[in-house]
């Protein structure tokens, strides 16, 4: 199976940015697309951003032009640039792989937007 490991989150301040990280065990190119969600307390899951084997991108209108989703294939790593957040980013953010048959997530790591 895939596992994934997640670099940690943090406290960032308004208008700040963070980096997330996520290692899979296993080269992506076996891995249809990756992406990162968030839940905030009372919240459902939402999916931030995804990228495909391919290299197509999507984003969630609420993180466009702020967030960049990316990989490094010879790494086996996918990235989360966060610039410009704001309190309402402030959730725990899973890394998440679809394979054809199977769907895995990272443990998830904390990330606040605060003063």
């Known amino acids: 199976q895939v596992q994934l490991v997640e670099s940690r989150g943090g406290l960032v301040q308004p208008g700040g940015s963070l980096r997330l990280s996520c290692a899979a065990s296993r080269s992506i190119f076996s891995i249809n697309s990756m992406g990162w969600y968030r839940q905030a307390p009372g919240k459902q899951r939402e999916l931030v951003a995804a990228?495909?084997?391919?290299?197509?991108?999507n984003y969630a209108d609420s993180v466009k032009g702020r967030f960049t989703i990316s990989r490094d294939n010879a790494k086996n790593t996918v990235y989360l640039q966060m610039n410009s957040l704001k309190p309402e980013d402030t959730a725990v953010y899973y890394c998440n792989a679809r394979t054809q048959l199977s769907d895995f997530w990272g443990q998830g790591t904390q990330v606040t937007v605060s003063s």
């Open positions: 990228i495909t084997s391919g290299g197509n991108t």
